[in-house]
């Protein structure tokens, strides 16, 4: 009798079974029994996250990626689209509780059939899924409406088929999270829908179209394979708020001329990694990239400050930029430092506050090589504390358009190339202290990180980094036209 109270009260204070989603765990209430333990239904399913309806009551629901399972506690049964399971329920104080075998044999096939219980352990285990990120961008130019789609990986050209009003993209990949929120009103899409994991380990995405769309064009795949673009055929009012943007893009209200700078060259090597790869082979590959991208677009004039491995002083190529009154400054470089461990992109604008605490990347970027230092282009006699204050007044105009500038290139690196955004940061960089435009310094990887030496290696992350910046400067271009036409409003 002893002994057999001794084993009652070692079930009763046992560990409650823990749900390991990835290496997140979640502990669930638990009810051990002889046998199979039992455990919380709506710990479990609070962990994942899914939706339910109508807890604690006889006939509970839950959706797992739109399928939805009826758990009918009395009946003991879980009902499915497509077949049912018996299923052994116990409640305790309000909580309903399911046997973790049959919780594995329900919920596995709706999840992938990855679901494990380790009775050894006393643990669940669901590795977690990697989610494609896909973000909507509508457009409209003047030459008709266009949907492109940014994927954050490389896929299998999704098939695009029209059904009446819908339009239906199917994606090769199961859990797809979709960002909307740059399609706005428009013309073309009336609602939107999202199908996961369907029986075919794919998605689907429902675009339900306004009656106006008669027809829709795919462009070719790009070569990078992360992005796709649809244009759209019909007859599609233009409201009065549009005509007026659509007759404000000007030379004069818009970005038309572009100068590139690829950090360092010539005997400025600029930053090495751990093998010998060159700061200057790199910006100058990624700035030939990014000058071919813009230029599709056939909206930009593109000019770099170098198109060779040759030495260029820093305040030259600034006054290449305003010698042939460009519209904006982009200077390209990859980041070191001592720890080899530090990763990921940051993007600079001007401060001429140079009372800071000193930064080791501002001050290897400000390195002036001797030559310079006896540079022709230093006025004799001039004032420096002038210089600095006419140069103060010239910024001033463009530091808040420089910080946009530089947000969304962030964003863009981190959303399509998959750089970690280590933030905007404004510095005292000579490099844009001349610009009489806006202007911003992009760093855009650590070639001291022996990760992403390797990957600046690769041409396919070069140019996920050179359409990732070449966005950034388009959705840029938008804001400057947006935010004119509002001026124009008022």
């Keep these: 009798m002893a002994l057999w109270l001794l084993f009652m009260l070692g079930m009763a204070n046992r560990d409650p079974v823990v749900f390991y989603h990835g290496r997140d765990p979640f502990p669930l209430r638990t009810l051990d029994q002889a046998g199979m333990p039992f455990v919380a239904l709506q710990d479990f399913t609070q962990a994942l996250g899914l939706p339910s309806k109508g807890v604690g009551t006889p006939e509970w629901t839950v959706t797992v990626y739109n399928r939805p399972v009826v758990f009918q506690i009395e009946q003991g049964l879980a009902k499915m689209a497509w077949k049912t399971e018996p299923a052994q329920f116990k409640q305790e104080e309000g909580v309903v509780y399911i046997r973790v075998d049959q919780l594995v044999q329900i919920f596995g096939e709706l999840l992938g059939k990855n679901l494990i219980y380790e009775s050894t352990t006393h643990t669940l285990h669901l590795p977690k899924q990697e989610t494609l990120k896909l973000r909507l961008v509508f457009e409209d130019k003047g030459e008709g409406p266009n949907l492109f789609f940014y994927f954050s990986d490389h896929i299998e050209q999704p098939t695009v088929q029209r059904e009446k009003d819908r339009l239906i993209v199917r994606i090769a990949k199961p859990f797809v999270a979709v960002d909307q929120s740059q399609i706005g009103e428009n013309p073309v899409i009336a609602a939107t829908d999202l199908f996961q994991k369907l029986p075919d380990g794919g998605s689907e995405f429902h675009i339900i179209l306004r009656p106006e769309v008669e027809s829709y064009q795919l462009e070719p795949f790009t070569t990078f394979n992360t992005s796709l673009r649809i244009r759209f055929g019909g007859h599609f009012a233009q409201s009065e708020a549009e005509q007026e943007v659509a007759n404000l893009e000007t030379d004069a209200y818009r970005i038309r001329r572009i100068v590139l ?30 000058k071919r991208y813009l230029e599709l677009d056939g909206n930009y004039e593109v000019t770099l400050t170098r198109n060779d491995d040759f030495h260029l002083p820093l305040k030259v190529r600034t006054g290449l930029a305003n010698n042939i009154k460009a519209d904006l400054f982009v200077s390209i470089h990859v980041n070191a430092i001592v720890r080899p461990d530090a990763w990921g992109g940051e993007t600079y604008y001007l401060s001429l506050d140079e009372s800071g605490q000193s930064d080791f990347t501002v001050d290897f970027e400000n390195q002036e090589h001797e030559a310079e230092e006896n540079s022709p282009l230093e006025v004799e006699g001039a004032d420096p504390g002038l210089e600095l204050l006419l140069w103060d007044l010239a910024q001033n105009e463009f530091r808040e358009d420089s910080f946009r500038l530089a947000r969304y290139v962030q964003q863009e690196l981190n959303d399509l190339a998959g750089v970690r955004n280590r933030g905007v940061k404004q510095a005292p960089l000579k490099v844009l202290k001349g610009a ?50 509002q001026l124009r409003e008022r």
């Design 261 to 290: 700078d690829p950090g360092h060259g010539g005997n400025d090597e600029g930053a090495r990694g751990p093998t010998g790869l060159k700061e200057k082979i790199v910006t100058m590959d990624i700035s030939r990239k990014l």
């Design 436 to 485: 009489t435009m806006p202007a911003v310094l992009v760093e855009v990887a650590f070639i001291s990180n022996p990760q992403e030496e390797r990957n600046l290696k690769e041409t396919v992350f070069k140019e996920r980094i050179a359409q990732a910046i070449g966005r950034a400067i388009m959705l840029y271009d938008q804001d400057v036209q947006k935010r004119y036409a």
